[in-house]
């Protein structure tokens, strides 16, 4: 997979009512920030349902309940402009693992998409035709991360982490956690299946691949991984159950 074009979103098409489309072999990836002035926020909360405004309080700090209502609203009015409904009525409906879809009523164009925020920055991934799966981390210490990657990542992946020289190994730790996580979230088995059934490539700015999937996964359907350019204090991936050529569409939102 690769990046075709790139394209700066200005602060006002936030709010646009624009439509936009999807062809068959394009899949959009959205980015944005997610600490954003009061004015921003007042009116971003208005698109959420009770539901979503009431999720929005289980978090621990006013900062974090404001991220969470800017990433999901964001998402409503993206998707509002896939589906051309209004975003306060975008529906939602949740497979068994907890991954979001579309509801009967608001999808009007079978759209797929996913999305996942850590730290200030929220990604978004849309495509016409193909599940997808999209997860970003903010890069930081991380005290226990060998008992971690010993619970979660299959044996070649932990032979290839100890491998690497140690001051690289926390960038490659989360390299390798964002693909695994954006492969099962694609899929919409969550973690039923193990994150250490399946085994990632993800040598430093080589390709990312599906090394060995697990027999729980449909290996005979197939699978394309690839790393998202963010910023350099993020790590990201995106999975997609297709291996075609797909343009790839990396736009921001200011």
Known sequence: ???????????????????????????????????????????LRNTLSGDELLRSQRYATPELQQRFIIGRSILRMLLSRYTGLAAKSVGFVYGKNGKPALDEQSDASSIHFNMSHSANLAVYAFSAQTALGVDIEYVQPVPDMWRVAQRFFAAEELSVLRGIPEEQQLRAFYRCWVHKEAFVKASGRGLTHGLDSFAISFAHEQPATLLQPSGNLETDIPWSIAKLP????????????STALVELSFRLVS
């Open 1 to 43: 997979l690769s990046i075709r074009r790139q394209r700066q979103m200005c602060i006002r098409d936030r709010y646009s009512s624009e439509p936009l489309s999807l062809t068959g072999n394009q899949v959009h990836i959205w980015a944005t920030a997610l600490d954003q002035p009061p004015i921003a926020l007042a009116t």
């Open 230 to 241: 963010l910023p350099h204090a993020y790590e990201g991936a995106l999975a997609l159950q």
